[in-house]
């Protein structure tokens, strides 16, 4: 049983920056608004690791009837579990092989309450490993040394168009088609300076880094998948149409009216708010899930964003995990009707997307969770890094422009590699 114990206050990315353990999770609240942020977690003294390629290894673990932390999982829900859950093509393996699924539990976890700003330690340790904040200085990055891509922007052109010719033969109406980016520094840099970098250009509300022995992986993520609480209410915001940010305010403000005004944006968000009522649906109450929020638009540090929050309860036969599982993958990130989208996205991308596109974040003993769509996230080993980047292909896309949306928002993580958006390549490098 984790006993509660108050601490002074001290920043998460302070406190976390002692932490110095093989395993350990740290889910940071970097901005706060009206629908999240109040706290931030941090995860250490690991007690119990699963890992597997489906959801039959969590399904074991998780429960509803335990206090909130004393049988809480934090981890990794990769994209690759859509082949347990339906039959799909198989990916080429990726550089990096993580488990499709990988979560942890454990014997201290650090609540961080931005709002009272109050810091609680829940821990069955007789002593608290962490108290103080480090004094250690965030470290220089050393200079990436190789960047490039698999898919060179010829390809990635190609492949949209092919998204269009199916989509024009009534095939589907929407695909998230990705490319995704590789690349290698000159040195081992070290990863939690690049995450408190990454926080700096690109704070997000949904902000993660996670140490999985040698692998590192470093979030900044706008989008929650879904959050329920010890009640069954259920929450999911879909994110669905992006506009760039601009350095001169009326050009600025332009772009964000634009974007709420796009029928393009509009027909992309609708698509997947559906898609995700429908997956809803199958597990909570009939007639429970309604769109509360439809079109909202807001404003983050390097990008505009158009979302949609959808509302239901679950049903008291259900499970959190059946609630997860009906709705993985995150439908903005699949497209609509789902299987066909994922069938010709993985024909057309061939690797493995690994994590992104996936979930991460916790589940709670007492059957809430909180989870976030895997976008803007750094993988990391070694000296090498990848990270992906997408978005929603619909009838009246153009392949140009979406290429251009890759682009911009690939803004804050090539601000944190300390490139230029000048250096995003063209070709196809492995």
């Known amino acids: 049983m984790l006993i509660p114990q108050s601490l002074p206050w001290i920043e998460p990315l302070a406190l976390a920056a002692a932490v110095r353990e093989q395993y350990w999770a740290l889910l940071y609240s970097g901005t706060r608004t009206s629908y999240s942020g109040r706290y931030s977690y941090l995860a250490c003294q690991l007690a119990e690791k699963i890992s597997g390629n489906d959801f039959s290894v969590l399904k074991n673990k998780l429960g509803d009837s335990t206090p909130l932390f004393d049988n809480a999982w934090f981890g990794l829900l990769g994209y690759g579990l859509k082949n347990s859950l339906e039959q799909l093509p198989q990916d080429e393996p990726n550089w990096l092989s993580l488990p499709a699924l990988l979560m942890m539990r454990f014997h201290t976890i650090y609540q961080f309450d931005h709002q009272q700003k109050t810091l609680t330690c829940w821990s069955d340790s007789k002593e608290i490993p962490y108290t103080q904040a480090s004094a250690q200085a965030q470290a220089a990055l050393p200079r990436v040394a190789s960047f490039g891509s698999p898919m060179s922007e010829a390809e990635y052109l190609q492949k949209a168009g092919t998204v269009l010719e199916h989509i024009k033969r009534g095939d589907l109406y929407q695909a998230n088609l990705t490319r995704k980016f590789t690349g290698e520094f000159e040195a081992v840099p070290d990863y939690f300076s690049v995450f408190r970098e990454l926080c700096k250009v690109s704070p997000a509300p949904y902000s993660a880094f996670f140490r999985l022995d040698d692998n590192y992986i470093l979030s900044s993520s706008p989008e929650l998948f879904l959050r329920t609480d010890d009640k069954g209410h259920v929450e999911t915001r879909p994110i669905k149409g992006t506009a760039p940010r601009f350095s001169d305010a009326a050009r600025d403000a332009q772009s964000l009216q634009a974007l709420a005004n796009s029928g ?72 609509a009707p789902k299987i066909r989208a994922m069938e010709l996205c993985s024909k057309l991308e061939q690797l493995e997307r690994g994590i992104y596109s996936g979930a991460l974040g916790w589940f709670g003993g007492d059957g809430a969770c909180e989870l976030s769509v895997v976008i803007r996230t750094l993988v990391m080993k070694g000296q090498k890094f990848e990270f992906q980047v997408g978005g929603g292909i619909v009838a009246d896309s153009t392949p140009e422009k979406e290429l251009q949306e890759i682009i911009f928002k690939s803004n804050g993580i090539i601000r944190c590699l300390g490139l230029d958006r000048a250096v995003i390549p063209t070709q196809r490098h492995a």
């Open 264 to 335: 393009k944006d509009k027909a992309e968000n609708l698509m997947i708010t559906d898609l995700m009522r429908n997956d809803l649906a199958r597990t909570c109450v009939a007639g429970s899930v309604k769109v509360d929020k439809l079109f909202e638009t807001t404003t983050h540090a390097t990008i505009h964003h158009m979302s949609s929050t959808v509302l239901g309860q679950k049903a008291p036969q259900h499970t959190t995990l059946d609630l997860v599982e009906a709705c993985f993958p995150p439908g903005s990130m699949t497209g």
